[in-house]
């Protein structure tokens, strides 16, 4: 069993009663406004000094210690998902097509929670505690755009701490990983213009059909035969339309997919490749390919120093063989923003319960072991402790 200590177990129904407000009222990216509110209300009643509408609904909030010293960090990510919740739970989605399949309410809740524990605490700590509340993370959007709204300016933050619930783990366990932890994203954008015409006479016309086919076949060299054979890479193509009946050959062909890798400089020469064998392998069949490449996110990549940090942490909590040493995943988050501008550590804590009901992420049952709730907030708490130094 965790070794959870007291101050987490006195708040620990404070974390559930919140996780389950926050299931109850889910809201997607750029539109989470009671969540916001909520959030901001909790934090200015607690005396941090709370500034809103960084990336539409983006919350950051600062209290400093009683001396100087280094200042923490804290994330967690606000959105829900487009799906109808199918978990027949006290506690289900109230907003029909809306649900938190992923964690992000007991992420919420965690921070949120550490906020009010630490906030007792800074009068006698050196430094400074930062609390970043992202919306947009399901849409790898949300982080950029509170950068870009100014969120972190003026804050230079020493370390960073964030946790995420993770299904495919069973609670008990803490999932960490020095460097490259997750891939950066690109949304692909693809159109073949050919020339329409009968199905019947298909020499009379340019076919876009044939020419996607071609092209969708090809684009996967760049993974078995560009990605250098120690390196990885993603390329998925997701969504194909074309045409409006059977014996008709259309004008164009509009595809969409993604590109996952860990390394900027591969990412950018298979992005160049990506451009080369659309247009050239159209052209070769006389039709056109117009490719749109849109930049998501970077790579999520953990300071090796505070993953040692967590590290200890998580394994005094959890016992130490229960931390795993995970690979690193093909999924994204856009924390990478934050991760680049201040060292981080991104922890992902077991919550799968342990009858094996645990639907996976994104899924409409999903729902999780509320108790590994308690170890994230553990984590965090002594993480930033550590970092901050006093008592």
Request: net charge negative.
């Amino acid at each position: 069993m965790p070794k959870i200590t007291s101050d987490v177990q006195q708040v620990f129904s404070d974390v559930v009663e919140l996780r389950r407000d926050l299931h109850r009222h889910p809201e997607l990216g750029f539109r989470e406004t009671r969540t916001s509110g909520l959030i901001a209300r909790r934090l200015e009643q607690l005396g941090y000094k709370v500034r809103t509408g960084f990336g539409k609904t983006g919350v950051v909030a600062t209290m400093a210690g009683g001396k100087p010293g280094k200042t923490v960090l804290l994330r967690a990510e606000i959105d829900a998902l487009p799906i109808q919740e199918q978990a027949e739970v006290v506690w289900k989605s109230e907003n029909p097509g809306v649900m938190h399949a992923c964690g992000h309410d007991a992420n919420t809740s965690i921070v949120l929670t550490a906020a009010a524990v630490l906030a007792r605490e800074m009068p006698s700590r050196p430094g400074n505690l930062c609390l970043v509340f992202q919306p947009a993370e399901e849409i790898l959007s949300g982080a950029e755009a509170m950068l870009k709204d100014g969120a972190l300016d003026g804050i230079k933050a020493d370390a960073a701490f964030a946790v995420h619930m993770q299904n495919d783990m069973p609670v008990g366990k803490v999932g960490l990983r020095s460097g490259p932890l997750m891939t950066s994203a690109d949304r692909l954008e693809l159109t073949i213009i050919g020339k329409g015409g009968h199905a019947a006479f298909p020499h009379q016309a340019h076919d876009p059909v044939m020419a996607a086919v071609q092209v969708v076949s090809a684009l996967q060299t760049l993974v078995s035969r560009e990605t250098p054979p120690l390196e990885m890479s993603v390329l998925t193509i997701t969504t194909l339309k074309a045409g409006t009946a059977f014996n008709i050959i259309p004008d164009t062909v509009e595809m969409s997919g993604t590109f996952r890798c860990y390394d900027d400089k591969l990412r950018e020469r298979l992005m160049e490749g990506f451009r080369r064998i659309s247009e050239q392998v159209a052209g070769a069949l006389r039709c056109r390919a117009e490719v749109r490449n849109h930049w998501l996110t970077p790579a999520v990549v953990n300071d090796p120093a505070l993953t040692k940090l967590v590290r200890g942490i998580a394994a005094d909590i959890v016992g130490e063989q229960e931390v795993i040493e995970i690979p690193p995943l093909t999924g994204s988050d856009d924390l990478a923003y934050f991760w680049q501008r201040v060292p981080g550590c991104y922890a992902f804590i077991g919550s799968a319960k342990l009858d094996g009901s645990a639907a996976p992420h994104h899924n409409a049952k999903f729902d999780i072991d509320e108790s590994a709730m308690a170890t994230g907030l553990d984590i965090l708490l002594r993480a930033a402790r550590e970092t901050l130094g006093g008592s």
